[in-house]
Each structure stands twice: as C-alpha cells, then as structure tokens.
C-alpha cells in the first residue's frame, strides 16, 4: 500500500518583482509520508510559503509536479481540485480567518454545511472538535470575545471538520504569546499522534518546528 500523501516533482515557482524575475522555489522535490508531522523553516523570501500554497492547491506550479495520494494535482479539475481541499485537507492560517459574525460552533460548523452534512451532525461534530481544542466552555462566543489563542484553538477545529487526511499550517503561532505558541504547539502534536492526521507546518519559530517529527530547511527556494 502506497504510504505517501504529498510528493513534490522539481517544483519551480517564479515571481516578477519589478524588473526581475525571483524564483520563489527552484526545484523542490519532497515526499510526506501519511502520519508525519513535518515544519518548514527558512528566512524569509526563501519559498516556504510558496511551497504550502501549491501543496495546498491555492497556487499553480509554472513546472514541476504535485502529486496528492498518487494522483497529479495539475491533472484535476477545477471540481475535482474544490473536492480535493473541501474533504482531504484543512488549513490554519497565521490571521484565523474565522466569520466574524459567526460563534465558535457555527465557524466550525461551516465547512460541514459547504460539504452537505446535515444540521444535526454539524452541530454534533463542532461541538466534539471544540471540546477536543478545549473551548466546550466558549462555543457560543463570537471572534471578538476570544482571546487570540482560543481563536486559533477554533480554526483548529475547523481545519479538522472533514476529518482531512493533511492539515497545512502557515504560521500558526505567528500572532500568539509565548504561552498560547506552547500551547498550539501540544495541540497540533496531540491531534497528530491521535489521529494520525499529516501536518505541513510553516513557521518563522524554531521552537516550535522542533515539536515536528521531521525538520524542513528552506533557502532560496530549495531545500537545505
């Protein structure tokens, strides 16, 4: 049986930035093993970013190959692609997200509803994932009433609705303090040994890419 979520082909990336071209990524090849917890590190400028948003199917590759379980991303329709990121990945970003006008529940709720689960199983699901974050006590509070750790504890949740196979994280702790960067970073360690759920985490902080079962350095768009 193929073990293998996400392999990257001599991936190449380019950007014009004024009157030059940047190469974002110059040839990454890598391969991330179903269950593994891996963190991207790297000055900036130097493709992490990059890289996660082709894995993530938020970008194209100009060359190269992503393949997802097997099968060539750059192959699937613009259908297939929708399914691919709505059931088979969840993402967590540095900003959260998360609809202002919505609590806790019904955020987490949202990507459910977009999937055709019905009200009841939403609610029921939300309300697990919440508890699993430690938030049962605050799922009726909106964005605003939480503080910045127990938001990104929501988008957590939510990243985790549809039971995807790989959880991309783009500077998860970026707008946390020292305590809820800890935190996150037991949480996204637990959810992974517990579920078994891939995770491809990019972030600035090397402690917190320590808490990763395998390290990725990045320069100059390649890998070090």
């Known amino acids: 049986m193929n073990n293998i979520v996400i392999e990257t082909r001599d991936l190449v990336r380019k950007f014009v930035v004024g009157d030059h071209e940047v190469a974002a990524l110059n040839g990454v090849s890598l391969v991330v093993d179903k269950g593994e917890f891996i963190s991207i590190t790297g000055p900036s400028g130097s ?14 590759e100009d060359s190269g190959q992503v393949l997802f379980e097997g099968q060539e991303v750059s192959q699937m329709s613009g259908w297939c692609l929708d399914n691919l990121r709505l ?25 459910l509803g977009v999937a055709g689960v019905s009200r009841y199983e939403q609610k029921g699901r939300a309300e697990e994932l919440l ?29 985790l609705a549809n039971s995807p196979v790989l959880l991309l994280a783009d500077e998860p702790t970026g707008n946390l303090d020292s305590k809820n960067t800890k935190e996150i970073t037991d949480l996204f360690k637990r959810i992974n040994q517990a579920y078994g759920t ?11 890419a320590s808490g990763a079962s395998r390290q990725i350095r990045m320069m100059d768009g390649k890998v070090i």
Request: charge should be positive; hydrophobic fraction near 45%.
């Open 198 to 208: 891939t995770i491809i985490m990019v972030t600035h902080d090397l402690a917190v």
């Open 47 to 60: 493709g992490k970013t990059s890289l996660l948003n082709i894995i993530g199917c938020l970008d194209r």
């Open 131 to 159: 508890d699993i974050v430690g938030l049962s006590q605050r799922v009726g509070h909106r964005p605003r009433q939480l503080s910045a750790g127990e938001n990104q504890r929501v988008s957590i949740a939510r990243s």
């Open 87 to 111: 059931w088979k990945m969840g993402f967590v970003f540095q900003t959260f997200n998360l609809f202002p006008t919505l609590s806790a529940l019904e955020n987490v709720m949202f990507p």
